[in-house]
Structures are given as C-alpha cells and as structure tokens.
C-alpha cells in the first residue's frame, strides 16, 4: 500500500513539473514567434529534452526511494507523468487561445498563411480555404496536441529511465 500511495505522489509531483515547465514554455515560446528563428529552434530541442528528461528523472526518484523498478512500472511512471502533465498544458493552452488572447489564433493563422504564399504550393482562394478551416479546429487542437505530446514524451522518457534505472533483481 505504501508503495502505491508512494507512487501516486510521485506521478503528481512530476506531473507537475511537466505542466510547470510547458506553460512556462508556452510563455517563453509563444506560438506567434517567427518559426524561422534559430533561437526559436534552439527552445524547442530544450523543450523536447527536458519533456523527456522529466519521466526519466521521476524514474530515477522512485528507486531511489527504495521502490524496486521494472521496465513495465517505468514506462507506467511516464505515461502517467505525461499524460497528466499534458492534460494540464493542454487546458491552459485551450483556456489561453479561447479566452485569455484569442488574438494570438489570428496572428499564428497570418504567420502560417504567409509561409504559404512564400512556397508558391496554393493559390490564394486555396489558401483562404485552408486558413478557414484552420481557425475552427485551431483551439481544440491545442488541446488534443499537448495530450498526445505529454503521452509521447511520457513514452520515450519513462521507457529510457526504465532501461537506465532498472532495478537488477526479479523479484518486484
């Protein structure tokens, strides 16, 4: 019983952490920055390993705690962080583009219809088309791409921190 209630904190507090560091994320790398930006790169590869690193280091946390880890309950462990952490995100950035800055949905839309007309691939009414449809679903999936992201990151890092971690004994 310990165990599970030690476990459940954890996941929590990782959690957390993920949300902390994604909605920080979102603040330090707006959606509206120029993708074409090389700092705006360097962020993202920061991004991706510290949403990797954070399940890896939960793992790392739980045997220290004395818990003995397997591959399974590793990537448990991660999954959870991530997909917690990135319910989380995913609710601030659905609250933040529906309610707090709608406006930064236009400015992503005029940044992505700009690319567009940059690469020559559509014609204007094309363009339009696809920036209409764009705009209805642009909100929800905010949501829905911080989930699977949260699930994703909480895959590989959970995964990872399994095969480093991994307590030596097969008696769990």
Avoid at 112 to 129: A, G, P, Q, R, T
Wanted: aromatic share 16%.
């Amino acid at each position: 019983m310990e165990n599970q209630k030690s476990f459940n904190s954890i996941v929590w507090m990782f959690a957390g952490l993920y949300a902390i560091l994604g909605i920080l994320f979102m603040f330090i790398k707006p959606p509206t920055a120029d993708p074409k930006d090389p700092s705006m790169a360097i962020l993202g590869f920061v991004a991706l390993f510290l949403f990797i690193g954070i399940p890896i280091l939960a793992v790392w946390y739980y045997r220290n705690q004395g818990y003995p880890v397997s591959l399974g309950k590793a990537v448990k462990l991660g999954v959870l962080i991530g997909l917690l952490g990135g319910l989380i995100v995913g609710i601030y950035a659905y609250i933040y583009f529906a309610y707090i800055n709608p406006g930064a949905v236009d400015q992503v839309l005029e940044i992505s219809k700009n690319m567009l007309k940059e690469n020559d691939m559509f014609n204007e009414d094309m363009i339009e088309k696809q920036m209409a449809m764009t705009k209805k679903f642009f909100v929800p999936m905010q949501f829905v791409s911080q989930v699977f992201g949260g699930l994703l990151y909480g895959v590989i890092g959970g995964l990872l921190g399994g095969l480093f971690f991994k307590t030596p004994s097969e008696d769990y």
